[in-house]
């Protein structure tokens, strides 16, 4: 079945510890999105790629980056994560831009 | 600031009943979408209606759109027990940017 692959399912990593989340796709779509979600909260756009063109919120911590090598996968690399940058982190597909996205099951991380 | 604003933020209903939440956004918009999210998990679409629809239904589910209002409700009747989880709204601004802009949610427990 074509889906959205996150791994980890959970990261721990220490303050100050570079930590790289993954994200693969199968649905060969030209748009993949970052999502922030904290404890009971609405999930919050960090960036899109809209095939190679990258595309940054304003007010996403330069501490977070983002690769995309090719159309399937798309990483988040969080350089110096702290406390608050504990989190679920979504991956998300959508084939054509602003229409129905396709959600992995996340990467929860948290910070010692 | 996040888009939408959805309400209640909590339900609780007996199994059987029906359910309703509502959303109400800021902007113009192309479309509106439902996701539901079960705890620690991914986003799953449910539903997208356009800006020139009034009503949309799939299978339990109908959701409505007054953009005069700049509101939409989610209806889910006849609810079962497997249908509690977090439910959202989601809108793309008519700007085309290429992005979803998530309300607040609202948490729907179904008791058996």
């Known amino acids: 079945d074509a889906m959205v692959i996150q791994n980890p399912r959970y990261q721990v990593t220490q303050f100050g510890k570079p930590v790289t989340l993954s994200c693969s796709q199968t649905?060969?779509?030209?748009?993949m999105y970052w999502y922030q979600q904290k404890s009971s909260q609405a999930p919050k756009l960090l960036f899109h790629y809209y095939d190679k063109d990258f595309n940054n919120e304003a007010d996403t911590p330069d501490n977070f980056q983002s690769r995309r090598p090719n159309t399937s996968f798309c990483f988040l690399d969080i350089r110096s994560p702290g406390l608050g940058d504990a989190a679920m982190y979504l991956c998300a597909t959508s084939g054509i831009a602003g229409e129905t996205q396709y959600f992995g099951p996340g990467t929860r991380l948290l910070v010692l | 600031s996040q888009q939408g604003e959805e309400d209640p933020q909590a339900l609780s209903i007996q199994e059987g009943e029906n359910a309703t939440m509502n959303c109400s956004y800021k902007t113009s918009i192309n479309n509106l979408q439902w996701y539901r999210q079960n705890s620690g998990r991914g986003l799953v679409h449910l539903i997208l209606i356009r800006s020139n629809e009034r009503e949309k239904h799939s299978g339990r589910l109908r959701v409505t759109l007054d953009t005069s209002k700049k509101s939409s409700s989610l209806l889910i009747t006849a609810s079962r027990a497997a249908d509690t989880a977090s439910y959202f709204c989601?809108?793309?601004?008519?700007?085309?940017?290429?992005?979803?802009?998530f309300g607040t949610g609202t948490r729907l427990t179904i008791i058996p």
């Open positions: 989601a809108t793309e601004s008519n700007f085309g940017n290429e992005k979803l802009t």
């Open positions: 649905l060969n779509h030209n748009v």
